[in-house]
């Protein structure tokens, strides 16, 4: 490979597109009062806008990476660019709620093709030039477009509301997704052509279509749960466990599984990563919601005071995310997560509704820590722990644990303030995140996989399910 193997023509369009989901996730929260307000329907029921984007990305992301193993990540990436424009248009003229559940279903989907694409590209693309190491630089690119623009969502959310109306919280990711599509057509080298034609039948069983809907059943079944709390949907639970165990089942048995059962059983390490990503979002989420709405609650400050106040959060996460990525630090950066979660989690024990500004803005920035560190420690370790040919899967599903995160986060503050947002709800609510923080420094400090040195395991023939067995024959004839 001549030239620098990740030059900015290659990294800008896949930054660019990742950023687009969580950006997504968050930038609707400020316009939900006024989209009921203008359809003419209760604001409980416009909240199914933020679940049908987190059920769809929660399903799309991993799908989205065994795609682009089997098609190609440059095909996947593009078409979901396309999506996100389809969705962001139709949901700017929906003139009802079930349109605009529809587009928010094409944003997920679309949106969620970005990132498990860009690691199968970055990982690609380091396998050809050489590297031993992690390209830190540009995986701690990747978490900040990923994970550190999160906050983004609430201030911007509030401005286009207040300055141009809710429609625009829709309109605005067109000239984003446009721009990652043009980039990536110019710029990102084309896939390689399929070795041979296949039959609908061949690329359902190599895609392992069974094995998919059978995961998005069972994660559909199981958020329903979570959302519904504090009243459990006990029927969702049992048809959520159900289908899990219907899809262990298949997937034992499947050719070329969507969901490798037997890697996850071998490899404890990268299911010990997906727990910690999972754990550390319930936090991060809890923060970001959970105190803007007491705070709007507490202290009558608006939607989009409040999420200026959190902004702080994201930019310092962002300063931390490129010196920790450029080091490839994995174990010290998850020590530092742990421990600044803790200490923020303590530092909201002690806030209250007459607490200064300065104090407030001091606990979010101690999450900002967590928010940075966490990022690029576990992106890191899930790039060193999974297996190249199926890093994008890999990527995906690592998404989908941070949503089973975001979504209990949400499940928390809704049960702690059911009837009323009050300072000790907010301690209870801090309580819980001590507890969830002790346990992540405890998981950190004894996983021995973490010590390991951050290199990167040489590739084997076996990691690349997307070719078939006749084919690697073809390829060393």
Do not use: C
């Amino acid at each position: 490979m001549s030239g620098a193997p990740f030059s900015w023509r290659f990294t800008t369009p896949l930054l660019l597109g990742a950023s687009l989901n969580p950006v997504n996730s968050s930038l609707l929260a400020t316009a939900l009062t006024p989209i009921a307000g203008s359809l003419g329907v209760p604001v409980g029921r416009v909240a199914v806008l933020v679940a049908a984007l987190y059920l769809a990305s929660a399903v799309a992301q991993p799908t989205a990476g065994r795609l682009a193993e089997e098609f190609g990540p440059r095909r996947v990436f593009m078409t979901g660019a396309a999506l996100v424009v389809a969705g962001a248009v139709l949901g700017a003229l929906g003139r009802n709620l079930t349109t605009l559940v529809v587009a928010r279903v094409l944003l997920g989907i679309g949106t969620s093709a970005a990132y498990p694409t860009a690691m199968l590209l970055v990982r690609r693309r380091a396998t050809a030039a050489g590297l031993a190491e992690p390209p830190g630089r540009v995986l701690g690119a990747l978490s900040v477009a990923g994970q550190a623009t999160l906050a983004l969502g609430l201030p911007v959310g509030g401005l286009l509301v207040g300055a141009a109306g809710w429609r625009w919280t829709f309109l605005v990711s067109v000239p984003f997704a446009l721009a990652a599509l043009a980039m990536t057509w110019a710029w990102i080298p084309r896939d390689p052509p399929v070795a041979r034609r296949r039959t609908a039948r061949e690329v359902a069983a190599r895609t392992d279509v069974a094995g998919i809907a059978g995961f998005g059943g069972a994660m559909t079944a199981l958020l329903v749960f979570l959302m519904a709390l504090p009243e459990p949907a006990w029927a969702a639970l049992a048809l959520a466990v159900a289908l899990a165990a219907a899809l262990t089942a298949w997937e034992l048995r499947a050719a070329t599984p969507f969901l490798d059962v037997r890697l996850l059983a071998s490899n404890l390490a990268l299911v010990r990563t997906y727990l910690r990503v999972a754990l550390t979002t319930l936090g991060i989420y809890t923060v970001m919601y959970g105190v803007t709405q007491w705070l709007e609650a507490g202290r009558g400050l608006s939607a989009e005071q409040a999420g200026l106040l959190v902004l702080p959060m994201s930019g310092l996460a962002v300063l931390i995310t490129r010196p920790v990525a450029r080091r490839n630090l994995v174990r010290g950066a998850l020590v530092a997560a742990a421990t600044a979660s803790l200490a923020g989690s303590v530092g909201m024990l002690f806030l209250g509704t007459s607490a200064p500004v300065l104090a407030i803005v001091g606990v979010t920035l101690v999450f900002g820590v967590t928010v940075g560190t966490q990022s690029v420690g576990n992106q890191t370790a899930l790039y060193l722990q999974a297996p190249a040919g199926q890093i994008g899967t890999a990527a995906g599903l690592l998404r989908t644990f941070a949503y089973i995160g975001s979504i209990a986060s949400s499940t928390l503050t809704g049960v702690v303030f059911q009837d009323e947002v009050t300072d000790d709800g907010l301690h209870t609510i801090a309580v819980v995140l001590i507890a969830v923080s002790a346990l992540l420094l405890l998981m950190v400090l004894t996983d021995r996989a973490l010590r390991r040195p951050a290199t990167t395991p040489s590739e084997h023939p076996s990691e690349h399910p997307s070719e078939h067995p006749s084919e690697r024959k073809e390829h060393a004839a």
